[in-house]
């Protein structure tokens, strides 16, 4: 299996900052990664999918880069209803895998 | 657009057959894949496995020996069947589509059903 492997694990940013979230691959998986949101208690919610195309719906303040096995995810002005937990996911090789998620809470 | 919704027993006992079913509304279910996730309680997030409408599958090898998904395409729904099950199974269980086809990721996801395992 590919392992996932994201930093940090939890961060802590005011309203307006940049968020950077990366991501790493135990193996090259090109560009077939995506980012998903999830809040409490609800199901997570595709942001990025292959590694920087903003899904439909998606505030273009969040933008995602990379190939290979080194990935971020980019928030550039943090908004409230931004705080959550960041997930990156490997789509190149079954089984499909997570990483272990980022927790964005209010500094 | 399209809705996807969970449903089955939120409580089945050690050694039992967990089943849920995921119905799809707004869309048909030939058009995509269509994958099970799960989360257990405070953890991240597990791939169970896809299937197909054709009846193709791929399932998670952590999972493979008891694990089985299927598909009605006359009810618009496809299933998970999870055997022998334990308390480590316990989790929220997630449908999603899988845009695995064009690598467009996972776009739509049910709310999610709780399952405990518990005697």
């Known amino acids: 299996d590919i392992q996932m492997t994201q930093s940090p694990s939890s961060v802590s940013a005011s309203v307006g900052e940049r968020v950077t979230i990366t991501c790493r691959a135990s193996?090259?998986?090109?560009?077939?990664l995506a980012w998903y949101q999830q809040k409490p208690g609800k199901a997570p919610k595709l942001l990025i999918y292959a590694a920087s195309s903003l899904q439909s719906g998606v505030p273009s303040r969040f933008s995602g880069s990379g190939s290979g096995t080194d990935f971020t995810l980019t928030i550039s002005s943090l908004q409230p209803e931004d705080f959550a937990t960041y997930y990156c996911q490997q789509a190149n090789s079954f089984p499909w895998t997570f990483g272990q998620g980022t927790k964005v809470e209010i500094k | 657009q399209v809705q996807l919704q969970e449903s089955g027993p939120g409580l089945v006992k050690p050694s039992e057959t967990l089943s849920l079913t995921c119905t799809v509304s707004?869309?048909?279910?030939?058009?995509?894949?269509w994958s099970w996730i799960r989360q257990p309680p405070g953890k991240g997030l597990e791939w169970i496995g896809y299937?197909?409408?054709?009846?193709?599958?791929n399932y998670n090898p952590s999972l493979k020996s008891r694990v089985t998904l299927s598909v009605d395409t006359s009810k618009n729904q496809f299933s998970l069947r999870l055997s022998s099950v334990t308390a480590a199974d316990t989790a929220v269980y997630y449908c999603?589509?899988?845009?695995?086809?064009?690598?467009?990721?996972?776009?739509?996801w049910g709310q999610g059903t709780t399952v405990t395992v518990s005697s």
């Open positions: 707004g869309g048909s279910i030939t058009s995509a894949y």
């Open positions: 193996h090259d998986i090109s560009s077939w």
């Open positions: 999603a589509r899988d845009r695995l086809d064009s690598a467009s990721g996972m776009d739509v």
């Open positions: 299937v197909y409408y054709s009846g193709s599958t």
